[in-house]
């Protein structure tokens, strides 16, 4: 890795095909996501070393499969545990919600997993140091960026000794946390969704011998008593150590240097576990807020991460939503840089993903008002409703719903477009593997029975696309596979279709009942395409 970033003007060759600000995990993967693609990429932090505490706790199915299709497979058994019931409980221990975590998802595995931060961090880093193509420059601080037609470009001062030296690429993209010096470059503001409180975060190891059983706590839980509002719920593990996380909320009064003096974090913990039990590893003070960007893009300088939103913790989101606006930034700065498409192509980012992200603020805050109730009159008023069955349910976990998604003749969304396709295992000519080793990243055609023959000259767009085809009820075909864990025949008849395409980050653009429907639904991505600026993209393509 590089700790001193080639000097840049504007007369110099553009060095780098993407910079990005900030090195925690959600520019560590973009790094890495691009990297696989064979771009150049730098990636400058502030800081010489990591962060060496975790903060976020979780990764849901949908991300641990990126994850694994970025090639981290192979290091998250051993930092990962399976997540379990998530409850809910009032002051006497009644269930007041339960969400199950443990259930198999439409990603295979279950629906959460729980990660050791700092362990995932250390593990990435290795995967980005052996990739080749990209620079880390540690130790060097972004002070100011700025654009010009051609480029982008950061002025970095070295934190070590004031040096100041500058870097240019095609696009920069700011991971660079909740105080972002690039959001605040592009402007625009943040929505404020109301939510606001101050939580004790206490992470510890537990010690050898000790268990959740032993302990008489929940597996995953939130105790709502007005008392004390207080969250348990695992952390990860490191080398086969189990680590837990306690939270509690601070109440009206209490100021935070004395929730965060060492005795205090004792006490609270007294009814839980001692020193006896657990090794503390930190414990800190957390304002959880609910903060959306207003603006994710001005040209060639984009945002991801904190950078762009802020949640409160109790949908375990906030990390994982950082990481899909990676992943959705990812393969749409692919086809722009390989001049697939135009950076037309980078303006349905932010419309496919601050809904999703607004959709996951709103349902954290909904958690979050179940448990941060202070107040005895108001918590009962809350018990019941949840033990009457009259309180609302949580809302569903979100989808697409605008961007680059096939959209009925009323300009909606198709139905069935912006679901996250499933991933199941299958095998292919006497190989087995999950579908996205078996197949590779990119686009995929899936449709029941080969339909190679009625493509026509929709096969250019396809081929243009890098676009994989698959098909499960044709054996005698070479494109055939077969879905051992019997998923996508059944989410596809769910829908009425016989074939849908899905985009290369697993999202479904949309689906066909017949030939003459998969017809139509490929001369509207090269539609839909050309008007993002795909090279050479238009409906005529497709059915002329």
């Known amino acids: 890795m590089a700790n001193t970033p080639p000097a840049a003007n504007t007369a110099d060759p553009v060095t780098h095909d993407v910079i990005i600000i900030g090195y925690g995990p ?11 693609q064979g771009r150049r990429v730098a990636v400058c932090e502030r800081w010489q070393t990591r962060y060496p505490l975790p903060r976020a706790v979780c990764i849901d199915h ?5 994850l694994c299709a970025i090639g981290m497979e192979p290091d998250l058994p051993d930092i990962c545990q399976r997540g379990p019931l998530y409850q809910w409980f009032n002051a006497d221990w009644r269930e007041l919600l339960v969400i199950d975590w443990s259930v198999d998802s439409i990603s295979g595995g279950p629906e959460v997993n729980f990660v050791h931060q700092p362990t995932l961090e250390e593990a990435l880093d290795r995967a980005v140091a052996a990739a080749p193509g990209v620079d880390v420059l540690l130790g060097q601080e972004a002070i100011a960026v700025s654009q010009a037609a051609d480029r982008a470009t950061v002025r970095l001062r070295a934190r070590d000794g004031g040096s100041e030296q500058s870097l240019s690429a095609r696009y920069i993209v700011g991971c660079d946390g909740a105080n972002s010096l690039v959001r605040e470059t592009i402007g625009g503001g943040r929505e404020d969704l109301g939510f ?6 206490i992470d510890a190891l537990l010690k050898d011998g000790v268990t959740i059983e032993s302990l008489g706590i929940p597996a995953a839980g939130q105790y709502c008593n007005p008392t004390r509002p207080t969250t348990i719920v695992p952390a990860g593990k490191r080398h086969g150590r189990i680590f837990r996380r306690w939270e509690f909320m601070r109440l009206p009064g209490e100021r935070n240097e004395e929730l965060e003096n060492e005795a205090t974090v004792w006490r609270l913990l007294k009814p839980w576990a001692g020193p006896d039990d657990i090794e503390l590893v930190r414990h800190k003070i957390y304002n959880f807020r609910s903060l959306i960007a207003n603006r994710w893009r001005d040209r060639r300088l984009l945002i991801a991460g904190d950078a762009a939103h802020v949640m409160p913790p109790f949908m375990g989101q ?3 939503a950082g990481l899909r606006d990676g992943w959705n930034l990812a393969w749409k700065l692919g086809l722009v840089l390989d001049g697939t498409a135009g950076d037309l192509l980078l303006d349905s980012y932010q419309p496919e993903r601050r809904p999703h992200v607004r959709a996951l603020v709103e349902a954290s805050i909904y958690l979050g008002r179940i448990i941060c109730i202070p107040d005895a009159a108001q918590a009962a008023a809350r018990d019941h409703d949840f033990l009457s069955g009259s309180a609302a349910p949580p809302p569903p976990f979100p989808h697409l719903i605008d961007g680059l998604v096939h959209r009925a003749p009323d300009g909606a969304p198709s139905p069935g477009a912006g679901l996250l396709a499933p991933h199941v295992t299958a095998s292919r000519a006497g190989r087995t593997a999950r579908l996205d080793d078996l197949l590779g990243p990119g686009w995929l055609l899936l449709a029941t029975a080969d339909p190679t023959a009625a493509l026509g000259p929709a096969a250019g767009l396809l081929d243009r696309l890098s676009a994989r085809i698959a098909c499960l009820d044709d054996p ?3 494109c055939a596979i077969t879905d051992l864990d019997g998923r996508l025949a059944p989410f596809m008849a769910a829908q009425g ?3 849908m395409l899905v985009r290369p980050d697993f999202y479904v653009y949309g689906g066909a009942a017949s030939p003459a429907g998969l017809a139509t639904l490929l001369a509207d991505l090269a539609a839909d395409l050309a008007r ?7 409906r005529d393509l497709v059915t002329k």
């Open 26 to 36: 959600v520019g560590q993967a973009l790094a890495l996501m691009l990297a696989r």
């Open 62 to 66: 949908e991300l641990y499969r990126v």
């Open 196 to 201: 606001e409180a101050d939580w004790l975060v």
């Open 318 to 320: 906030g990390m994982c």
């Open 476 to 478: 005698a075909s070479a």
């Open 497 to 499: 279709w016989t074939a």
């Open 532 to 538: 993002l600026g795909l090279d050479g993209g238009d």
